[in-house]
Nanobody, 126 residues
């Protein structure tokens, strides 16, 4: 069983920066993917960024590419999301997720993932 625990997030004005961290307990395996997803009130959960744990290849949603950076520390079983140039449209609950096996064409799909964190709120005011 894998458990994910997130930290970070908070409130910031537009143009500001925030960061999120996620630590995974349990063995997610060498072919795993980890991702960050967000969900605004009344909207579906969308993929923001994903990473192949073994190779470090990263993927981003078009809406955040160039502003957000996903990174990992494999020794600590941690994944991070650095968020810059935030806009009110980035507001939502952000979730960390993990899956033991994934493919690049589905790495940003919520349905790919098995394990989920509890969520961390990010609020960007104009």
């Amino acid at each position: 069983q894998v458990q994910l625990e997130e930290s970070g997030g908070g409130s910031v004005q537009a143009g500001g920066s925030l960061s999120l961290s996620c630590v995974a307990s349990g063995d997610i395996g060498s072919s795993a993917c980890m991702g960050w997803f967000r969900q605004a009130p009344g909207k579906a959960r969308d993929g923001v960024a994903g990473v192949f744990v073994s190779f470090g290849d990263t993927y981003y949603a078009d809406s955040v590419r160039g502003r957000f950076t996903i990174s990992q520390d494999k020794a600590k079983n941690m994944v991070y999301l650095e968020m810059n140039s935030l806009t009110p449209e980035d507001t939502g609950m952000y979730y960390c997720a993990a899956v033991r096996l994934c493919e690049s064409d589905t790495i940003l799909s919520p349905r790919t993932y098995t394990y989920w964190g509890q969520g961390s709120q990010v609020t960007v005011s104009s």
